[in-house]
């Protein structure tokens, strides 16, 4: 489906959140993936920060910068015209809830429609007032805007191993409760892979439900079941896609063979996304 406003690309983006018939994202990192990742298929694009943090040359963790995401924000957005694009802000390059506001404002110039918003901090997690303060500000920046953003607000009490086990998931509902009421529109709860726990937040948390995925995760259609609206692969394929690079730089320099080579993609394939 392409759609021509930036409103309406939002809309079309709050439209496919649906527990039960999630939203499957492909994180990508610039112009080629983007493209290769909308081929494909995907009904909306997503960017993942450390991918994109890996191909610019800096180390994940809010270390990117403000000016470098939303430059290649811009970029994806342009590769995918009327495709739905959200962008991984990390916790909005900026030390303020007003300079996350900031933040947004530059990022709907840029033609995105949705964007995550973390809660990490150093090794754990912002104290709650602030991190929901920066959510409110996110979303009164998007309101000024005049655009529907989907606010995926994200909470790594699990990813970043925050507290004792016992009490994450009641730390995790709480902090998506408040993100909610501050204007987020769902939840990201990355780092949880047991069924019981994803079933718990899918029905306890009022919004739709985001959960990373990968090997040894639940498939698609069991997170479905679950409840689950969204399922991000977050940097996997840019994972995967460094192997292969490693590996094949190995082979050359080791054993001076070309094997790991085969099954590559096709120099016109590639070169026919942009012609």
């Known amino acids: 489906m392409t759609l021509s406003s930036q409103s309406d690309r939002a809309a079309r983006l709050r439209e496919l959140h649906r527990p039960g018939d999630p939203l499957v994202l492909a994180n990508v990192w610039d112009a080629a993936t983007a493209r290769l990742v909308a081929a494909a298929g995907a009904p909306a694009v997503a960017t993942a920060s450390a ?3 890996w191909t610019l040359g800096v180390p994940d963790g809010d270390r990117l910068g403000r000016d470098l995401a939303l430059a290649q924000a811009a970029l994806v957005v342009a590769n995918v015209p009327g495709l739905p694009v959200t962008v991984d802000l990390e916790s909005g390059y900026a030390d303020t809830p007003a300079g996350v506001g900031d933040t947004v404002t530059a990022l709907l110039a840029t033609g995105a429609v949705g964007l995550n918003l973390e ?18 500000a996110a979303r009164a920046a998007a309101e000024t805007a005049g655009i529907p953003l989907f606010l995926n607000a994200r909470t790594d009490v699990f990813l970043r191993a925050v507290g004792p086990a016992e009490g994450r998931l009641d730390e995790a509902l709480t902090r998506a409760k408040a993100f ?3 204007g ?6 990355p780092g949880v892979a047991d069924p019981e726990v994803i079933a718990v937040l899918a029905r306890e948390i009022p919004a739709p439900l985001n959960v990373l995925a990968g090997p040894g995760s639940p ?8 409840g689950v609206a969204r399922i991000s692969l977050g940097p996997a394929l840019a994972k995967s896609a460094y192997a292969a690079v490693r590996d094949a730089a190995t082979e050359i320099y080791t054993t001076g063979t070309y094997d790991t080579l085969a099954g590559g993609l096709d120099y016109a394939e590639l070169n026919a996304l942009f012609g």
């Open 51 to 53: 991918s994109v943090s």
């Open 119 to 136: 809660d990490a901090a150093g090794p754990g997690v912002r104290p709650l007032a602030d991190a929901a303060d920066r959510v409110a």
């Open 180 to 182: 909610l009421a501050a």
């Open 184 to 189: 987020a529109d769902g939840v990201f709860v």
């Open 219 to 226: 498939t698609v259609a069991a997170l479905a079941a679950l």
